[in-house]
């Protein structure tokens, strides 16, 4: 049987992906441990009732270097990064792949809901079964020659529930009945900005502006303000505004009309791609839930900039997000967008 390495967090999903690989294969699961204390009781147990053996790494001190220090930095200078983007291809990948390659396993599975599939006669990313539940814009990033070692064993499924229905009948009662993961793995809470100040960080008060400069309020720090914010701005307009900018050098959260915040040409900065050449006209997604719309590419170099003009503008494109590109369903690539 072939050996293959898969992330194990005890969470449905990845304890069914384990359980629809065991047919057939030499599964061996992998706990990565991003607060130093060990793999916790329900990766354990998924591991025992899968009858597989599992593996514990301590991330901890990759995720601080590689992921939170550079998410505490940008989400600073107003940018709204997405950690997942960059901890899937700089600590969760790269450290299955490392742990593969170490025990000699051929292929190396997660939970992810997305698909396999070929884009101009190579391994290709897809986008999943659901549109709903599609996670290929996070995997963007990849390193091109994993792509043919990968396996995403739920990439054909639609919805959650299925997914727990079947962990049920496997028998991973404790997986198809914990909660879903939360969007950040080291913010467990969602409190962004406290999360920011318990590092010891306390960016100061500032003034909230509009575009002209005027000044319209007052913000307790620019960590609590993401760009296309509407509520809880704590100012009295007369119309519907949103934060169009953020302003780290002057210490300024700037606000717009919502009119103003949609953008034809969207530029992103660390261009990654996953086929040699991309096509002119593709369907591009300026943030995860965004719908794919058509853009044309104008510029695209490997490490540098990505350029796309859309047909339509997009609204409030946020520094710091993803432009991700796609032709049909295949992955394309894409980069961090810049102001």
């Known amino acids: 049987m072939s050996k293959i390495i898969l992330g194990l967090s005890g969470g449905v999903d990845s304890a069914l992906a384990a359980s629809l690989l065991k047919?057939?294969?030499?599964?061996?699961?992998?706990?990565?441990?991003?607060?130093?204390?060990?793999?916790?009781?329900?990766?354990?147990?998924?591991?025992?009732?899968?009858?597989?053996?599992?593996?514990?790494?301590?991330?901890?001190?990759?995720l601080e270097e590689r992921v939170c220090a550079p998410f505490a930095e940008s989400y600073l200078s107003g940018e709204t990064p997405i950690p997942c983007i960059v901890c899937n291809r700089e600590m969760k990948f790269a450290t299955l792949f490392a742990v593969a390659d170490e025990i000699g396993a051929e292929r190396v599975a997660t939970g992810h809901y997305a698909r396999l599939g070929t884009y101009a006669g190579a391994a290709a990313i897809c986008r999943g079964a659901s549109a709903k539940k599609d996670q290929s814009y996070m995997l963007y990033r990849l390193e091109r020659q994993w792509l043919s070692r990968l396996i995403f064993p739920l990439g054909e499924?639609?919805?959650?529930?299925?997914?727990?229905?079947?962990?049920?009948?496997?028998?991973?009662?404790?997986?198809?009945?914990?909660?879903?993961s939360q969007d950040i793995c080291f913010i467990p809470d969602g409190d962004y900005a406290g999360w920011i100040e318990r590092r010891g960080v306390f960016p100061p008060p500032g003034d909230i502006v509009d575009e002209d400069g005027r000044v319209l309020g007052r913000h307790e720090g620019i960590h609590r303000h993401t760009v296309g914010q509407r509520r809880g701005l704590g100012i009295a307009a007369g119309e519907r505004v949103y934060v169009s900018r953020i302003d780290r050098e002057k210490n300024q959260v700037v606000l717009a009309r919502g009119t103003a915040l949609g953008s034809r040409v969207v530029r992103a900065r660390g261009c990654h791609l996953l086929t040699d050449?991309?096509?002119?006209?593709?369907?591009?997604?300026?943030?995860?839930?965004?719908?794919?719309?058509?853009?044309?590419?104008?510029?695209?170099?490997?490490?540098?900039?990505?350029?796309?003009?859309?047909?339509?503008?997009?609204?409030?494109?946020?520094?710091?997000?993803?432009?991700?590109?796609?032709?049909?369903?295949?992955?394309?690539?894409?980069?961090?967008?810049?102001?």
Do not use: C, N
């Open 157 to 180: 499924y639609a919805d959650k529930e299925a997914v727990r229905a079947d962990a049920r009948e496997a028998g991973l009662i404790r997986a198809a009945e914990s909660a879903d």
């Open 23 to 62: 047919s057939g294969h030499d599964v061996v699961g992998v706990y990565l441990d991003i607060t130093g204390s060990g793999a916790p009781e329900a990766a354990v147990d998924a591991a025992r009732v899968l009858g597989i053996e599992l593996i514990v790494r301590d991330v901890s001190a990759l």
């Open 277 to 339: 050449a991309l096509p002119e006209w593709v369907d591009a997604k300026v943030r995860y839930a965004a719908k794919a719309e058509r853009a044309r590419v104008l510029e695209a170099d490997e490490g540098g900039m990505l350029t796309v003009e859309f047909e339509e503008p997009v609204r409030a494109p946020a520094p710091g997000q993803s432009l991700v590109l796609y032709d049909g369903d295949a992955l394309l690539g894409g980069g961090y967008i810049t102001r």
